[in-house]
C-alpha cells in the first residue's frame, strides 16, 4: 500500500494527518488479518510512523526562512526512545520520542519541537516526549532507572546523526558501562515496581500482556541486561555471546512472536490501546484459533494453557538470567566468603542461599538421589539453591520418568518434614521439573487453567502458592497456626496439599480423580498403608469442610456428626482444617475473610470435640452457658425486669426463641447488643445499623424489628441493596418464635474503591428503612455499576450452568434449595420472590461468591414451617425457581434494566 504524500499544516491538513494515522493502523490490520507475522506487522507500523514522524518535523519548518530551518536541523535530533526506539510498535502505542538539544541561544530546534508535537496531536497520536541535552540525560538517567531503560533503545530518526552517536556513546560510558552492577540492578528494580503490590506470577487469569510476570516487559529486561553487558540489546547477542542457550534463545523468539501477536490483536479489536488479556478476549481468541473442546477441557481452556506455557518460559528463563547475571563481583564474594561455609563438601552455604561450584555441578546432578539430597540440604538450612545450581539441575532431570528408589523416596519424605522454606523449595523443585520426575501426574497441572471469575491463579501456581501459605502457619497466632503446629505428620498433610488439586482437568469430579491419584503416589513415595489412606481421604475431603461451614447449618447434628464419622481421628481434623484454610486462601487475595475463618474455626472446634468424644448436646449446653453469662453481664435490663429472676426469665425466652445456628454462630458480645435493641424496640420500630470492615471492605447492615411482613422482609432488603449496587457476600437470617427479625447482610458497596462514607451508608439504612414500611412498593431496578462497567464485567463470562438442587435429606427440619447461577445483581432478590410466591418461608441463606463455584443455599420450610418432602412439591419448585431464573439471567425478567 502506498502512504499518502507528506501532511501539511493548514486546518485541511490535521484531517489529513488523521487519516494518515488512519491508514497506517488500516494497513497494519490488513496485513495482520492475512497472515503476515506478528513481528514483520510491528516492524511495519514502527516504519511507516518513523516516516510520519520525520515528515511532521519537517513540516513544522518548512515555512521558515531558509536559515533558520538550517539552524533547527542542526542544533537538534529526533531520537525514538523505549518501545519506539525498539522498532516494533503495538497500533495505538504511545510514540516515545527524545528530542535531543544541543544546547545554545537559539530557539529555532524548541520551537520546532513544540510544533511538531501539537502536529502529532492533532494526527491523534499520543506523544511521550521529553526535549533534553546530552548533560540532562545522563544526570537524569542515574537516578531513574525508567529514563535509562528507555535509552537502551535509542534509535536516530532525524536531524545530525552525530549527535544520536555521542548520545549513545556518553550513555553507555557513564550511565552503563562505569556502573554496570548498579545499571543492572536499576533495571530489575524498575521491572519489580512495575508489578506494584500485586504477587507477581505468570499465572494470573486475566494477564497483562506486556506487564504481567512473564510478559512482553520480561523479554525488555533481558534486552535491557543484555546492553549492558554485551553493548547490543538484541536476542541473537544473547546467543553468540554464550548468555544463554540456544535453545532459549528459540523459545524467547518464539514466545515474543507469539505476545506480540496476541497484543496486537487486543490493540486491533479494542480500537485503542488494550493490553489486559480480559475473560471475553480469552473467549473470542479460543474461538477465532480453532481451539476444540475436548471431554475435560473448554476451548478457553486450551487457549489459556497455550498462553500460560508461553508466559512462563519467558518467566522462567528471565529468572534463571537475571540471578545470573545479578551475580555479585568478585570483591563482594570474597567478603561475603566470611559468613559461608561448606557442607558435604561441595555445597556452600552463604547467607541468602546455597551454592555449589560449577566444577562440582556433576557431583549434585549425577542421579535423582544426589539431586533429592540437594534439596534436602536447601530444606535442612531453611535456603534456596542458587540459580546456577537450578540450572544444572533441570538439564540433568531425564526426560522420562522412572521408579524412585527406597532412599529416593525417604529423601523426598524428609523433604516434605520442612516448615518454614518448603513452600519455595517445592517452587524450585517444579521449575526445574524434578518434582516431576518424583510425582508425575504433577505435569498434567502446569498452566492448567481454571476459567472462572472466582480463581486468580493456574492449577499449579494455585497449588504451589497454598503450599507456601499452609508452611506459612507455623508462625500464625490463633486456631489455624494451633492446628498447624499441632500435626506430627506434617509430610503427610503437606503432600495431601501438593496433590489436592491434582485431579482437575479430567472429565470426572476432581476430588475423586485427585483420591485415585493419592493412592498411586502415597505408595510410590513409600507411605506405609495408614497413611496413604489418611493422603487419600484429605484429597478426597479437601472441599467438604468448606462446603459444610459456608454453605450448610451445620449446628445441625446429623449434619455435624456425619461428617465428623467421616473425618475419623482428631489428626486427620487437624489437618483438613489447616488444608481448607490454605486452599481458599491461595484462591486469590482477599477471598479468605475473618468471616470464613471464624465459620471455618467454630466448626473446627464443635467437630474436635465431637471427634474426641463429647456428646453433641454437651456443645449446646456449653455454648447456652456462655451466652447467658455474657447477655447478664452486658446489657442493663428495662425496669419491667426489675428482679434477677424475671429478667432471667426474659433472657431465657428471648434465646430459646432464636434458633441453633443464630446461638452458635453469632459472637455471645453480639448476641447481647441484639437483645438489648430488642427489649427497647417499639412496635413499629426498624433498627438498621452499618458498620463498615477496613480489613474486608465491606459492610455489615444488621436489621432488627418486629416482623409483620412475612418472608417479604427478606425479599425486600435483597432488592433495594441490590438496586443500590451492593454484592451481597453473606445473609444471616433469624426470625425469633415472638417475631422478631434479626437479619444480617454482608455487602461491598460496588461504587466507592475506598472507604465507605458514613453518609452513603445512612442513606441504605434509609432506604432499607422506607422499603420495609411500604404496604405496596414497586419492583426494583438493577443495574450494573459505573466502577464494574469500566473493568468490563459484562456477563457471565465463565458460562456458568445454571442450575437448581432439592436437598430433603441433610436436614430433619428443614428442605434445603441450593442455586448455583452466575451472580448478577438483583439475583438474590428474585430467588427470594420466587421462594415466597411458592410459599416458602426461608430460615437460613448461606451466600457465597467467592469459594469453588457460585451458590446460595437456602434452608427453607412451608408456611406452617413444616418440612417440605413431597416430591410432587419439590419438582414444583425446582423447576419454577429454575424458569424464573433463566428469564432473569436472559433479561426478561422486569427487574433486569437494559442499560
Not at 451466652?627 to 431465657?652: F, G, M, N, T, Y
Request: hydrophobic share 40%; net charge negative.
Amino acid at each position: 500500500m502506498s502512504i499518502a504524500p507528506s501532511v501539511t499544516s493548514s486546518a485541511a491538513g490535521v484531517a489529513e494527518q488523521r487519516g494518515r494515522v488512519s491508514a497506517i493502523r488500516e494497513e497494519a490490520h490488513r496485513r495482520f488479518e492475512a497472515g503476515t507475522g506478528s513481528v514483520p506487522v510491528a516492524c511495519f507500523l514502527s516504519d511507516s510512523f518513523d516516516v510520519l514522524l520525520c515528515e511532521l518535523m519537517e513540516n513544522a519548518i518548512n515555512r521558515w526562512p531558509e536559515s533558520r530551518q538550517e539552524r533547527a536541523r542542526t542544533s537538534g535530533c529526533m531520537i525514538a526512545v523505549g518501545g519506539t526506539g525498539r522498532g516494533e510498535l503495538a497500533p495505538y502505542s504511545d510514540i516515545d520520542l527524545l528530542f535531543l538539544d544541543r544546547g545554545g541561544s537559539d530557539p529555532a530546534f524548541r520551537d520546532a519541537v513544540t510544533r511538531m508535537s501539537q502536529s502529532c496531536w492533532d494526527a491523534g497520536i499520543e506523544l511521550g516526549h521529553s526535549l533534553r541535552t546530552i548533560r540532562d540525560c545522563v544526570t537524569l538517567s542515574r537516578q531513574d532507572s525508567q529514563i535509562a531503560t528507555t535509552l537502551v533503545e535509542a534509535r536516530h530518526l532525524w536531524g545530525p546523526e552525530d549527535h544520536t552517536a555521542k548520545l549513545k556513546h556518553t550513555f553507555r560510558s557513564r550511565v552503563v558501562r562505569s556502573r554496570m552492577r548498579a545499571f543492572i540492578d536499576d533495571c530489575v528494580t524498575a521491572r519489580r515496581e512495575e508489578w506494584g503490590e500485586a504477587r507477581p506470577t505468570a499465572l494470573e487469569l486475566t494477564p497483562d500482556v506486556k506487564k504481567s510476570l512473564g510478559g512482553l516487559r520480561d523479554l525488555h529486561l533481558i534486552r535491557w541486561i543484555t546492553f549492558a553487558v554485551c553493548g547490543h540489546p538484541d536476542l541473537e547477542s544473547l546467543r553468540l555471546h554464550g548468555l544463554l542457550p540456544a535453545e532459549d534463545v528459540r523459545r524467547l523468539r518464539i514466545a515474543r512472536e507469539y505476545l506480540t501477536r496476541i497484543r496486537l490483536d487486543l490493540h486491533f479489536h479494542a480500537g485503542r490501546a488494550q493490553d489486559v488479556l480480559t475473560r471475553d478476549d480469552q473467549l473470542r481468541l479460543a474461538e477465532e484459533g480453532g481451539f476444540v473442546a475436548s471431554i475435560a477441557q473448554r476451548p478457553v481452556e486450551q487457549f489459556m494453557q497455550h498462553h500460560f506455557q508461553q508466559c512462563s518460559a519467558i518467566a522462567e528463563i528471565t529468572r534463571r538470567f537475571v540471578a545470573l547475571q545479578q551475580r555479585p563481583p568478585l570483591l563482594r564474594r570474597v567478603i561475603a566468603s566470611f559468613g559461608t561455609h561448606r557442607s558435604d563438601g561441595v555445597l556452600l552455604i552463604r547467607p541468602q542461599e546455597i551454592e555449589v561450584a560449577s566444577r562440582h555441578h556433576g557431583t549434585v546432578t549425577r542421579s535423582i538421589e544426589a539431586m533429592l539430597r540437594l534439596f534436602k540440604s536447601a530444606a535442612l538450612y531453611g535456603l534456596p539453591l542458587s540459580a546456577g545450581v537450578i540450572e544444572a539441575v533441570k538439564n540433568a532431570v531425564p526426560g522420562e520418568e522412572g521408579p524412585l528408589t527406597e532412599t529416593e523416596a525417604t529423601l523426598f519424605r524428609d523433604i516434605l518434614k520442612a516448615t518454614s522454606m518448603l513452600g519455595p523449595i517445592l517452587r524450585q523443585m517444579f521449575d526445574c521439573r524434578l518434582l516431576d520426575y518424583v510425582i508425575p501426574q504433577m505435569s498434567h497441572t502446569r498452566c492448567l487453567l481454571q476459567f472462572n471469575q472466582y480463581h486468580s491463579y493456574t492449577v499449579d501456581e494455585h497449588t504451589l502458592l497454598a503450599m507456601e501459605t499452609i508452611t506459612g502457619f507455623d508462625l500464625v497466632e490463633g486456631p489455624v497456626g494451633s492446628a498447624y503446629r499441632n500435626v506430627q505428620r506434617k509430610d503427610v498433610l503437606h503432600l495431601a496439599m501438593l496433590l489436592h488439586d491434582i485431579g482437575k482437568g479430567f472429565e470426572e469430579e476432581h476430588c475423586e480423580v485427585g483420591r485415585r491419584i493419592a493412592e498411586v503416589v502415597a505408595p510410590r513415595l513409600g507411605f506405609s498403608e495408614n497413611r496413604r489412606k489418611q493422603i487419600m481421604l484429605l484429597v478426597k475431603m479437601h472441599l467438604e469442610m468448606a462446603d459444610l461451614a459456608l454453605r450448610k447449618d451445620f449446628t445441625e447434628e446429623k449434619l455435624l456428626v456425619n461428617f465428623v464419622r467421616n473425618v475419623g481421628t482428631p489428626d486427620t481434623l487437624r489437618m483438613l482444617y489447616v488444608l481448607t484454610v490454605a486452599d481458599i486462601t491461595a484462591v486469590g487475595p482477599g477471598v479468605f475473610t475473618k468471616w470464613k475463618s471464624e465459620l471455618l474455626a467454630d466448626l473446627y472446634d464443635r467437630a474436635m470435640l465431637l471427634v474426641s468424644g463429647k456428646r453433641h448436646s454437651y456443645l449446646e449446653e456449653s455454648r447456652m452457658q456462655e451466652v447467658k453469662r455474657h447477655v447478664a453481664e452486658a446489657i442493663v435490663p428495662l425496669d419491667s425486669h426489675h428482679d434477677e429472676a424475671s429478667w432471667q426469665q426474659w433472657i431465657d425466652q428471648q434465646l430459646e426463641g432464636f434458633s441453633a445456628y443464630y446461638l452458635t454462630c453469632t459472637p455471645p458480645h453480639r448476641i447481647a447488643a441484639d437483645l438489648d435493641v430488642i427489649q427497647h424496640l417499639q412496635p413499629d420500630e426498624c433498627r438498621v445499623d452499618g458498620v463498615y470492615d477496613r480489613a474486608t471492605k465491606t459492610v455489615d447492615y444488621r436489621i432488627i424489628m418486629r416482623d409483620t411482613l412475612g418472608s417479604h422482609c427478606f425479599q425486600r432488603i435483597t432488592g433495594v441493596l441490590a438496586s443500590m449496587r451492593m454484592e451481597i457476600f453473606s445473609a444471616e437470617i433469624n426470625t425469633t418464635t415472638d417475631g422478631v427479625v434479626v437479619d444480617q447482610f454482608r455487602v461491598e458497596d460496588r461504587d466507592f474503591s475506598g472507604d465507605v462514607p458514613v453518609h452513603r451508608i445512612q442513606e441504605v439504612g434509609d432506604a432499607i428503612r422506607c422499603i420495609l414500611r411500604e404496604e405496596d412498593p414497586p419492583e426494583p431496578v438493577f443495574r450494573r455499576n459505573r466502577r464494574m462497567d469500566m473493568n468490563g464485567t459484562q456477563g457471565p463470562v465463565a458460562e456458568l450452568p445454571l442450575h437448581v438442587e432439592i436437598d430433603k435429606t441433610s436436614s430433619d427440619s428443614r428442605t434445603i434449595v441450593n442455586v448455583f447461577a452466575y451472580d448478577r445483581p438483583g439475583l438474590l432478590y428474585v430467588i427470594a420472590k420466587t421462594l415466597h410466591e411458592l410459599d416458602l418461608s426461608i430460615d437460613l441463606a448461606k451466600i457465597d461468591t467467592h469459594f469453588d463455584q457460585v451458590v446460595d443455599v437456602f434452608y427453607v420450610t412451608d408456611i406452617e414451617g413444616g418440612k417440605i418432602e413431597d416430591d410432587a412439591r419439590l419438582r414444583d419448585i425446582r423447576q419454577t425457581l429454575h424458569a424464573r431464573l433463566e428469564d432473569f439471567q436472559r433479561g426478561d425478567h422486569p427487574s433486569a434494566a437494559k442499560s
